[in-house]
T-cell receptor, first 113, second 116 residues
Framework: GESVGLHLPTLSVQEGDNSIINCAYS??????FIWYKQESGKGPQFIID?????DKRQGQRVTVLLNKTVKHLSLQIAATQPGDSAVYFC????????????FGSGTRLLVRP | SAVISQKPSRDICQRGTSLTIQCQVD?????MFWYRQQPGQSLTLIAT?????????ESGFVIDKFPISRPNLTFSTLTVSNMSPEDSSIYLC?????????????FGPGTRLTVT
């Protein structure tokens, strides 16, 4: 498949360790955020979302943290597996105006066996 | 979540020609969007495909270059017109407003376009 994110920042972790991927968003008026996972040759896959009235949300092996004060979003992946290797994007949205998403630049996660 | 398909999955085209990309969803959705992902880059919104009316384009994208149709709530097309090598990208459609998920947005598999 074709490579995505050839020049992206890369996070390399050992299999079984926890991963933390960070994102700084741009618009203080954004009130909805999504994390996506994109594997090579595929479209972005929805992982987890969070509204601005929350500061933490948990899913299966993933947790998203939102710090509105510093406009920072993070994705934590517990017990990282080889299948988690991909490019991860955060996206922000103002739900009262439209569903349009503004994407961050992305981070490549490499899981070492 | 909705199941989204795109045709073609990839194509190699000559400069000056046009390509129409189709996006089909397996259920009615409120919103459909078209994004571009240039090599090694993040996603950029091209336009919102409006059912029964003209698409809403983002800054830097125009209807003459990227005409869009949305005849119903499950289907949309994006045409890349008069292509040049700079149009080589992955083109992705996305949907929002599926049943029970007002704001969650899901993406199709993408169309990988190479212009020679």
């Amino acid at each position: 498949g074709e490579s995505v994110g050839l020049h992206l920042p890369t996070l390399s972790v050992q299999e079984g360790d926890n991963s933390i991927i960070n994102c700084a968003y741009s618009n203080s008026a954004s009130d909805y955020f999504i994390w996506y996972k994109q594997e090579s040759g595929k479209g972005p896959q929805f992982i987890i979302d969070i509204r601005s009235n929350m500061d933490k949300r948990q899913g299966q092996r993933v947790t998203v943290l939102l710090n509105k004060t510093v406009k920072h979003l993070s994705l934590q992946i517990a017990a990282t597996q080889p299948g988690d290797s991909a490019v991860y994007f955060c996206a922000e949205n103002q739900v009262d105006s439209s569903y349009k998403l503004i994407f961050g630049s992305g981070t490549r996660l490499l899981v070492r066996p | 979540s909705a199941v989204i398909s795109q045709k073609p999955s990839r194509d190699i085209c000559q400069r000056g020609t046009s390509l129409t990309i189709q996006c089909q969803v397996d259920s009615q959705v409120t919103m459909m969007f078209w994004y571009r992902q240039q090599p090694g880059q993040s996603l950029t919104l091209i336009a919102t495909a409006n059912q029964g009316s003209e698409a809403t384009y983002e800054s830097g994208f125009v209807i003459d270059k990227f005409p869009i149709s949305r005849p119903n709530l499950t289907f949309s097309t994006l045409t890349v017109s008069n292509m040049s090598p700079e149009d080589s990208s992955i083109y992705l459609c996305s949907v929002a407003g599926t049943s029970g998920s007002s704001y969650e947005q899901y993406f199709g598999p993408g169309t990988r376009l190479t212009v020679t």
